[in-house]
């Protein structure tokens, strides 16, 4: 039971990150302890499960699935396959939150994993070489919300530096660029190639999301706001009245039109840096003030 409490005590004070990782160790162990009594008691149901929640490539069979486009990115089967995606999600989800908030490495995960989704799905059913394979055709894994986060990062900050086993110090970008090469070039050989065409879609994603960043847009605020809705309704809200006493004075429409007009101010003034210097040249506060604003 001590163990137990540990993990739910480093679940509940970790930030983004450590509960995505968190997840998806969950969901594997659950996944493969259920797997192992369905094959104990009923052979024809030991892929059941993996099958319910993996992104099917058929558009008719997604219909009946839709949760799916959300399972898929937290499933592994594979010890292997959760093992480096997790190495993955924590090197580079860790240099992103250098760069942007808790908030925002949540909205690529969930975005770039849908993103991921929806090029595979995409492809299954255009191109004839996949069409025909489409009915049977099913998707896992957090490979193409990690290549999201990695590629936003990459863009965002190029020339960071990252020290490999026997390259030594080698920028994030051409890291990026390489693993891209490798899911494109591997498209022919037809061994995952649904894993690959998810992993570009996923990395396009990245690089999108950090040049709308760069021009002061952040596209994962509807996405978030959308989720914290759906949280917000299977949350339990708290019974418990509170009462102040004390009392506070209600702003004048004067004061409020004032305070109003300097909060514009300075967002005009943030816009307007970013035309001339580009979004690099904010300071953290001023990212703050913009990410604020716009989360409004």
């Given at each position: 039971?001590?163990?137990?409490?540990?993990?739910?005590?480093?679940?509940?004070?970790?930030?983004?990150?450590?509960?995505?990782?968190?997840?998806?160790?969950?969901?594997?162990?659950?996944?493969?302890?259920?797997?192992?009594?369905?094959?104990?008691?009923?052979?024809?149901?030991?892929?059941?499960?993996?099958?319910?929640?993996?992104?099917?490539?058929?558009?008719?069979?997604?219909?009946?699935?839709?949760?799916?486009?959300?399972?898929?990115?937290?499933?592994?089967?594979?010890?292997?396959?959760?093992?480096?995606?997790?190495?993955?999600?924590?090197?580079?989800?860790?240099?992103?939150?250098?760069?942007?908030?808790?908030?925002?490495?949540?909205?690529?995960?969930?975005?770039?994993?849908?993103?991921?989704?929806?090029?595979?799905?995409?492809?299954?059913?255009?191109?004839?070489?996949?069409?025909?394979?489409?009915?049977?055709?099913?998707?896992?894994?957090?490979?193409?919300?990690?290549?999201?986060?990695?590629?936003?990062?990459?863009?965002y900050a190029p020339n960071y530096r990252v020290h490999l086993i026997f390259?030594?110090?080698?920028?994030?970008?051409?890291?990026?660029?390489?693993?891209?090469?490798?899911?494109?070039?591997?498209?022919?050989?037809?061994?995952?190639?649904?894993?690959?065409?998810?992993?570009?879609?996923?990395?396009?994603?990245?690089?999108?999301?950090?040049?709308?960043?760069?021009?002061?847009?952040?596209?994962?605020?509807?996405?978030?706001?959308?989720?914290?809705?759906?949280?917000?309704?299977?949350?339990?809200?708290?019974?418990?009245?509170?009462?102040?006493?004390?009392?506070?004075?209600?702003?004048?429409?004067?004061?409020?039109?004032?305070?109003?007009?300097?909060?514009?101010?300075?967002?005009?003034?943030?816009?307007?840096?970013?035309?001339?210097?580009?979004?690099?040249?904010?300071?953290?506060?001023?990212?703050?003030?913009?990410?604020?604003?716009?989360?409004?």
């Amino acid at each position: 039971m001590a163990i137990i409490d540990e993990i739910k005590h480093s679940f509940k004070q970790g930030g983004a990150l450590t509960r995505l990782i968190y997840i998806n160790l969950g969901v594997f162990v659950v996944v493969r302890i259920l797997m192992a009594l369905f094959a104990l008691t009923s052979q024809s149901n030991y892929f059941m499960i993996d099958i319910w929640l993996s992104v099917p490539a058929s558009p008719e069979t997604l219909l009946f699935r839709p949760w799916s486009l959300i399972t898929y990115m937290f499933l592994h089967v594979d010890f292997l396959h959760i093992l480096f995606n997790m190495l993955y999600l924590y090197w580079f989800g860790r240099i992103f939150l250098q760069y942007f908030n808790p908030r925002q490495l949540l909205g690529v995960y969930f975005m770039g994993g849908l993103s991921g989704a929806l090029l595979y799905i995409v492809s299954y059913n255009i191109f004839p070489a996949l069409y025909q394979l489409a009915p049977n055709s099913i998707m896992m894994g957090a490979s193409a919300s990690v290549m999201a986060i990695l590629f936003a990062v990459a863009r965002y900050a190029p020339n960071y530096r990252v020290h490999l086993i026997f390259l030594g110090p080698v920028k994030l970008i051409h890291i990026a660029l390489v693993l891209f090469l490798i899911d494109l070039i591997s498209i022919p050989t037809m061994s995952n190639t649904g894993g690959q065409l998810a992993h570009i879609g996923g990395a396009l994603f990245g690089a999108y999301y950090t040049a709308k960043i760069a021009k002061g847009k952040d596209i994962t605020l509807g996405f978030n706001r959308i989720m914290d809705k759906l949280v917000s309704l299977f949350s339990s809200k708290s019974k418990m009245k509170v009462s102040y006493t004390r009392t506070r004075r209600s702003m004048s429409d004067m004061e409020y039109n004032e305070r109003k007009n300097k909060k514009q101010g300075d967002i005009d003034r943030i816009l307007d840096k970013i035309k001339k210097s580009g979004y690099d040249s904010l300071t953290k506060q001023e990212k703050e003030d913009l990410f604020n604003a716009s989360n409004k």
